[in-house]
């Protein structure tokens, strides 16, 4: 019995190790990313030579992220695959994100562009391509920028994409999961990695010469197109889109951001020509719908207040919306703070609503938001006529009637409760640091919603302590609050018992 005992510790001994050399393998992978990420913005310099100063910043960064972290990941080869489970992929998910969060603020806080506090709040705003900023685009070289935006390209694509998808290990679908994808078009995602860079790129390409035929310069419409597909709405100029008073260059930025809030998969159904399908799928119809009936009450709105003239109310009035159900946060038309109280209040909305499921938006997203609507008229239906009458509860997802079971409506319920709960405690919390209950409203929700408007709060002069709250806030709302309640459940409650089984985030959120 004992020799049993003894070789039941050390089997369990050797598995713990196995798990443990599985996360340190993923972070070392991180540091070598991260070092990827702080050296491409370094290209710039070809272009601007007269930066050349900034290199180090970036360039001794990345080597040391290179040293720690390359002998690290190499423990993966040797990882038995056995030692993944469930239950631990949200704490590496989320171990991984701040080593990559973390790393990327070195360049700020290095230069003396911002502290500690600043630099993850800014590099946070891109990773989840919120967009929020607190630097003055004009006094920042041209490679600190592009950083910017290179931070909102992969934070778009999805961290976890990017990694698992060179990776190739077998639990990597599972990870790209938590950090809140529920793919089903693309079984195979990581097989097709390359196609969704290349649909990435190939929009980023496009919008850019786009830009560059309607005025801007090459590095502006680089930078701008990257954001506006990636749903970020950081920008090279002080006073963001606006800043152009183009109309052209707005028509366009609207077309490009409803782009960057469409379903990846909605992407593939249009450029192969399959319209229909495209135009059943519900999160596309509640889109339109949402731009054709809050872009004339907007725009009724601005003109009534007097904020704008006819015409550049109605371009304002599309844009806004787009620019806020997208959760981009471009910015055109007068400035937030004169705008009518009516609205924030339907920018809010929108913003909370986000755009499409699989899409580089933030928000609790339209195909959540579809059930919910089909859910009041199901209800109401089922109260008022006889139930027999009721056909089964069903909704058009990528071209074909899927079934909505009661577990999905309990998951849909839940997220819908916790993002609620997290967007009433953080709008709190800005209160109390002495902000009004309106703006902090606002503000928290283009934080969580990672939209990145604002209304004033956000900005160069922001204490430290808002800018906490509004970090975490962006963090919660690109992993979706559940990923994030779950591993700090798994780290520092240790009820194992809650994670007995490969299904405990759902049970969670049931």
Same mark, same amino acid.
């Given at each position: 019995?004992?020799?049993?005992?003894?070789?039941?510790?050390?089997?369990?001994?050797?598995?713990?190790?196995?798990?443990?050399?599985? &996360?340190? @393998?993923?972070?070392?992978?991180?540091? %070598?990313?991260?070092?990827?990420?702080?050296?491409?913005?370094?290209?710039?310099?070809?272009?601007?030579?007269?930066?050349?100063?900034?290199?180090?910043?970036?360039?001794?960064?990345?080597?040391?992220?290179?040293?720690?972290?390359?002998?690290?990941?190499? +423990?993966?080869?040797?990882?038995?695959?056995?030692?993944?489970?469930?239950?631990?992929?949200?704490?590496?998910?989320?171990?991984?994100?701040?080593?990559?969060?973390?790393?990327?603020?070195?360049?700020?806080?290095?230069? @003396?562009?911002?502290?500690?506090?600043?630099? %993850?709040?800014?590099?946070?705003? @891109?990773?989840?391509?919120?967009?929020?900023?607190?630097?003055?685009?004009?006094?920042?070289?041209?490679?600190?920028?592009m950083f910017r935006s290179v931070t909102m390209y992969f934070g778009g694509i999805g961290l976890m994409l990017v990694l698992v998808a060179f990776i190739q290990r077998s639990h990597g679908i599972k990870m790209y999961n938590e950090e809140g994808h529920n793919d089903k078009i693309l079984p195979q995602l990581f097989k097709n990695a390359r196609l969704i860079f290349g649909v990435y790129t190939f929009y980023i390409?496009?919008?850019?010469?786009?830009?560059?035929?309607?005025?801007?310069?090459?590095?502006?419409?680089?930078?701008?197109?990257?954001?506006?597909?990636?749903?970020? @709405?950081?920008?090279?100029?002080?006073?963001?889109?606006?800043?152009?008073?183009?109309?052209?260059?707005?028509?366009?930025?609207?077309?490009?951001?409803?782009?960057?809030?469409?379903?990846?998969?909605?992407?593939?159904?249009?450029?192969?020509?399959?319209?229909?399908?495209?135009?059943?799928?519900? !999160?596309?119809?509640?889109?339109?719908?949402?731009?054709?009936?809050?872009?004339?009450?907007?725009?009724?709105?601005?003109?009534?207040?007097?904020?704008?003239?006819?015409?550049?109310?109605?371009?304002?009035?599309?844009?806004?919306?787009?620019?806020?159900?997208?959760?981009?946060?471009?910015?055109?038309?007068?400035?937030?703070?004169?705008?009518?109280?009516?609205?924030?209040?339907?920018?809010?909305?929108?913003?909370?609503?986000?755009?499409?499921? !699989?899409?580089?938006?933030?928000?609790?997203? +339209?195909?959540?938001?579809?059930?919910?609507?089909?859910?009041?008229?199901?209800?109401? %239906?089922?109260?008022? +006529?006889?139930?027999?009458?009721?056909?089964?509860?069903?909704?058009?997802?990528?071209?074909?009637?899927?079934?909505?079971?009661?577990?999905?409506?309990?998951?849909?319920?839940?997220?819908?409760?916790?993002?609620?709960?997290?967007?009433?405690?953080?709008?709190?919390?800005? &209160?109390?640091?002495?902000?009004?209950?309106?703006?902090?409203?606002? !503000?928290?929700?283009?934080?969580?919603?990672?939209?990145?408007?604002?209304?004033?709060?956000?900005?160069?002069?922001?204490?430290? &302590?808002?800018?906490?709250?509004?970090?975490?806030?962006?963090?919660?709302?690109?992993? !979706?609050?559940?990923?994030?309640?779950?591993?700090?459940?798994?780290?520092?409650?240790?009820?194992?018992?809650?994670?007995?089984?490969?299904?405990?985030?759902?049970?969670?959120?049931?």
């Amino acid at each position: 019995m004992d020799l049993n005992l003894t070789n039941s510790n050390k089997s369990s001994r050797s598995l713990v190790a196995s798990r443990l050399s599985l &996360a340190v @393998g993923y972070f070392g992978v991180s540091l %070598v990313f991260s070092a990827i990420i702080l050296l491409l913005p370094l290209l710039v310099l070809f272009a601007y030579p007269a930066e050349v100063s900034n290199v180090f910043y970036f360039l001794i960064p990345a080597i040391v992220c290179v040293i720690i972290g390359l002998p690290l990941a190499l +423990q993966l080869k040797n990882v038995d695959k056995s030692a993944f489970q469930q239950k631990y992929s949200s704490v590496i998910v989320i171990g991984i994100w701040i080593i990559i969060i973390l790393t990327s603020s070195i360049p700020f806080c290095a230069a @003396g562009y911002l502290n500690f506090t600043q630099s %993850v709040f800014e590099i946070t705003s @891109g990773y989840t391509t919120s967009g929020l900023t607190i630097v003055v685009p004009s006094q920042l070289p041209n490679v600190f920028l592009m950083f910017r935006s290179v931070t909102m390209y992969f934070g778009g694509i999805g961290l976890m994409l990017v990694l698992v998808a060179f990776i190739q290990r077998s639990h990597g679908i599972k990870m790209y999961n938590e950090e809140g994808h529920n793919d089903k078009i693309l079984p195979q995602l990581f097989k097709n990695a390359r196609l969704i860079f290349g649909v990435y790129t190939f929009y980023i390409v496009i919008s850019a010469i786009i830009y560059m035929v309607l005025g801007m310069s090459w590095f502006d419409a680089l930078n701008h197109s990257i954001c506006a597909y990636a749903t970020g @709405g950081f920008s090279t100029r002080d006073a963001s889109i606006a800043s152009y008073n183009s109309p052209a260059i707005d028509i366009a930025t609207t077309v490009f951001m409803f782009l960057g809030a469409i379903n990846f998969n909605m992407h593939i159904f249009l450029l192969s020509g399959r319209f229909k399908s495209f135009f059943r799928h519900c !999160e596309n119809k509640m889109m339109i719908f949402l731009t054709i009936f809050f872009s004339p009450l907007i725009a009724y709105l601005m003109y009534q207040a007097g904020a704008s003239n006819l015409g550049d109310s109605i371009r304002y009035g599309f844009f806004n919306v787009v620019s806020a159900f997208s959760t981009t946060g471009f910015s055109t038309g007068p400035d937030l703070k004169f705008l009518p109280s009516s609205v924030l209040i339907i920018l809010v909305l929108l913003m909370t609503m986000g755009g499409s499921s !699989e899409s580089t938006t933030g928000g609790i997203k +339209q195909y959540r938001i579809s059930i919910l609507v089909k859910n009041l008229y199901w209800t109401i %239906v089922k109260k008022f +006529q006889n139930i027999r009458l009721i056909k089964r509860r069903s909704i058009n997802r990528y071209g074909n009637d899927t079934i909505v079971t009661d577990e999905e409506l309990i998951k849909v319920n839940s997220m819908f409760t916790y993002y609620m709960l997290i967007f009433f405690l953080g709008s709190f919390a800005l &209160a109390m640091c002495g902000y009004s209950l309106g703006d902090s409203i606002y !503000e928290f929700a283009s934080a969580l919603g990672n939209e990145g408007t604002s209304v004033g709060i956000t900005g160069p002069w922001t204490p430290n &302590a808002p800018l906490w709250i509004m970090t975490i806030g962006m963090f919660l709302g690109r992993l !979706e609050i559940i990923v994030v309640f779950l591993a700090i459940f798994s780290v520092f409650t240790g009820a194992k018992h809650i994670f007995t089984s490969p299904k405990a985030k759902d049970n969670l959120a049931n």
